[in-house]
């Protein structure tokens, strides 16, 4: 596995949690690294992006102001803090690479893509 994520559980709306994805086996700190969540019974969502330097992120209007990307190459590790959870951020949260700012919503747009990881909010 190139892309393993952790950290999705259950929370409560108005909760925190943070996913982490490590990676492996590639050159993390070439790729813009990316979070795109697919809830139940609809299309995946592009979330957030951040450029292969860190010092660029990118997110969809519905997380601004309450989800943070970041990531750390020395440890090639990417996380999405995600703060004042809501119902509607329920989803599977995938990680994936792309070599440019896609952003986008299949598999085929990424190089890399983990396995993901199910966030729950209740509300």
């Known amino acids: 596995e190139q892309l393993v994520e952790s950290g999705g559980g259950l929370a409560q709306a108005g909760g925190s949690l943070r996913l982490s994805c490590a990676a492996s086996k590639f050159s993390f700190s070439s790729y813009y690294m990316n979070w795109v969540r697919q809830a139940p019974g609809k299309g995946p969502e592009w979330v957030s992006a951040?450029?292969?330097?860190?010092?660029?992120?990118y997110y969809v209007d519905s997380v601004k102001g309450r989800f943070t990307i970041s990531r750390d190459n020395a440890k090639n590790t990417v996380w999405l803090q995600m703060n004042s959870l809501k119902a509607e951020d329920t989803a599977v949260y995938y990680c994936a690479a792309a070599r440019r700012l896609v952003p986008g919503t299949t598999r085929e747009e990424y190089v890399y893509w983990g396995q993901g990881t199910q966030v729950t909010v209740s509300s």
């Open positions: 951040v450029n292969s330097g860190g010092r660029s992120t």
